[in-house]
């Protein structure tokens, strides 16, 4: 992984900076930095990954090691990434749907994020 420069924001991020695991190799780049800017809280980043076609991913924000003006990293590798579909067979309340944890409240952005008309 080539030097990655000076750390920034999450507001600081772009379509398209690279994203590392932590054994440096690049899985993918942003896609998609899903936060709460009125409250200034990131939630995580929607990551297309590499090689192409590629697929969404979901990195919590909890995942994020580093993030800075060349690149992101991941603190573990692409597996431990987030498929952000929502599963068929995900426990529903009566009057809601899905429970939330904030893991699955996270999920949810990313995928209403992905399949809105953009």
Known sequence: MEELGEPVAYLALKEGTPVYDRQGQR??????VLADEPTDIFHGLIVHTSP??????YADADQIAQMRE???VV???????HDPEPRPDAPRRPDEGP???PLQA?????W????STR
């Open 112 to 115: 209403d994020w992905l399949t």
């Open 27 to 32: 899985i993918g780049v942003v896609e998609h």
């Open 99 to 101: 429970v939330d944890g």
């Open 106 to 110: 996270a999920l949810r952005r990313a």
């Open 70 to 72: 060349g690149g992101v």
């Open 52 to 57: 192409l076609p590629g697929r969404h991913l």
């Open 75 to 81: 603190t573990g590798g692409r597996d431990d990434l």
